[in-house]
């Protein structure tokens, strides 16, 4: 299996948002898919998909219905999505998506992170530059061979697929989800699920002392509200004795 299977792998592993978390994310990604084309999912690509993450995280459908119109109303602030990088202790690099309606308040409340667990907030390509930006769709295994179905999307940029417990995994790099997304729907291949994740391209093992001081600070960046994703280098394997 290749990296985005193992990356993946570790994250099942470990921090999985609470579902609160997760519809409050969801939540952010509708006002965000609305504001940029419309609150109509048959022409909205961006809203298709973010519905069907929240159907995956059985979100109510009265919750989303209530989303796509209060996103449509005029008043409503808009979120800005501001990516922050740094280093947490023992050198391990962190990447932070945030949407947020109040930059100050984000920027301060990060940096606040960082120093009260002795890392440091970095400055705009420090270390972005470590990790794959890659887009990755969830779709039904019934009926579908997986094999012919690599070959087929191979031409549109598909780098890795595998199965696992949540069904078929497809990843490629992030600017080619359009153009996956459009081969699934126009080939009647169910999308359970889809979305971005940045992936290390070279992980670091620590002790579990170190992996400690790190999670520390993971958990912290993990709880704000503004906080979208959060990604890392360390190994999240079993640590080093």
């Not at 808009?78 to 690099?93: N, R, S």
């Not at 984000?106 to 970095?122: E, H, M, P, Q, W």
């Not at 995994?169 to 009647?188: D, M, R, T, V, W």
């Not at 169910?190 to 002392?209: D, M, V, W, Y």
């Amino acid at each position: 299996m290749g990296r985005a299977f193992e990356f993946r792998k570790g994250r099942k592993l470990k921090r999985w948002a609470a579902m609160s978390k997760a519809f409050t994310r969801i939540g952010k990604d509708i006002v965000m898919a609305v504001k940029e084309g419309g609150p109509d999912p048959t022409s909205n690509s961006r809203l298709r998909a973010v519905i069907q993450n929240a159907k995956a995280v059985n979100m109510p459908k009265d919750n989303i219905e209530r989303a796509i119109k209060r996103a449509s109303d005029k008043s409503l602030g808009d979120y800005k999505e501001v990516l922050f990088e740094g280093y947490a202790p023992h050198g391990i690099a962190i990447l932070i998506e945030t949407a947020t309606d109040n930059n100050t308040r984000t920027v301060a409340n990060i940096r606040s992170y960082f120093n009260k667990c002795d890392g440091s907030l970095s400055t705009s390509g420090s270390v972005s530059f470590m990790f794959d930006h890659t887009c990755n769709f969830r779709i039904a295994p019934e009926n579908i061979d997986i094999e012919a179905l690599e070959l087929e999307l191979i031409d549109h940029g598909v780098e890795e697929i595998f199965e696992d417990e949540d069904g078929i995994l497809i990843y490629a790099p992030f600017e080619n989800f359009g153009e996956i997304q459009s081969y699934l729907e126009k080939h009647k291949i169910e999308i359970l699920s889809s979305g971005f994740e940045r992936i290390p391209q070279i992980t670091k093992k620590l002790t579990a002392e170190q992996m400690a001081d790190v999670e520390k600070l993971l958990e912290k960046i993990e709880e704000d509200d503004d906080v979208q994703n959060v990604y890392h280098t360390m190994d999240e394997s079993e640590s080093e004795a």
